[in-house]
C-alpha cells in the first residue's frame, strides 16, 4: 500500500488515469516478487529469521518506493511519457513467457502449425483456440478503456477497418498467417513499426493515398521474407 500511494502521490501528469489500479498492480507485483525470494533463501535459523526477514523488508521497501518516486516524477510527471506504453512493454512480456516457456505455449505453437494432429496428441485444440480468441478480445477491451481514461471520450467506431494494418504488424513481425510459427515479441515490434508508419506519414507531409501503398509493400516484402526464412528453416530439419 505504501508503493501503491507513493507512486500515485508522485504523479502530477493530468494523464495519469487510472494511477490508483497501476500503482496497486505494481504493489502486488513487488510484494510476491520479495516473498518468492525470501522464501527462496531460507538457510538461517528460526530465531535468526524474524529479525533478518523484518530488516530486509524495511530496506526492500525503502528503496522501492523511493525509486518508483523517482521514476514517476523523471517520466510522468510531464505527461509525455504515457502508461499505455508500460503496458505494452508488461503484456508483451508476460505473452513472450506464457508462448516460451508454457505448456500453454507449446499448445498454442502446435495447434497453430497443425490442429488435427495436435488434438493426436492430447493437445485440447478447441479450448486454445477459444481461449486465444478471448485473450485477442481482453486486450482490445483494455486498449479501449485506456484510450476512454486518456481522452475521456470513446468512439463505437474506434479501430474499425484497421484488420489490415494489423495483419501487417503481426506479418512484419515474423508471424507466419499460415500458424505455427512466430513470437510475441515480434508481433510487439511489428506493432511498433506500423506506428511509426502510421504517425510518421502524416508528419513528412505525404500523400494519404501514399501511405496504403507503403503498408501493402511493407506487407509484401514482409510475406516474401518470410516465406524464404520458413523454406530455410525446414530444410535443414
Known sequence: MFVAFALRADSSA????????TSLLVAATLALATTFVEAAHKTRTKADEAADNLGRRMVVLGVVIGAIALAVRLLLSDGVFRMSVFWWMFFTAVGAFVL???KYGNWIFAVG?????????????????TA??????????????MILMRL??????????????????????GNLM????????????????????????????????GRFIFLGAVLLVAVLVNNYVRKKANEQR
Not at 132 to 145: C, I, N, P, R
Not at 182 to 195: D, T
Open 14 to 21: 493530468p494523464r495519469f488515469r487510472g494511477g490508483i489500479f
Open 100 to 102: 516460451t516457456k508454457t
Open 113 to 129: 502449425g497443425n490442429k488435427d494432429a495436435a488434438r493426436a496428441t492430447g493437445v485440447p485444440a478447441d479450448k486454445v483456440k
Open 132 to 145: 486465444l480468441f478471448m485473450a485477442t478480445s481482453l486486450m482490445g477491451a483494455f486498449v479501449g478503456a
Open 152 to 173: 475521456n471520450s470513446v468512439q463505437a467506431q474506434q479501430g474499425d477497418g484497421q484488420e489490415f494494418e494489423y495483419i501487417i504488424a503481426a506479418v512484419v513481425g
Open 178 to 209: 499460415t500458424g505455427g510459427y512466430g513470437s510475441v515479441v515480434g508481433a510487439s515490434l511489428g506493432a511498433l513499426i506500423m506506428a511509426v508508419s502510421k504517425n510518421g506519414i502524416p508528419a513528412a507531409q505525404w500523400n494519404q493515398d
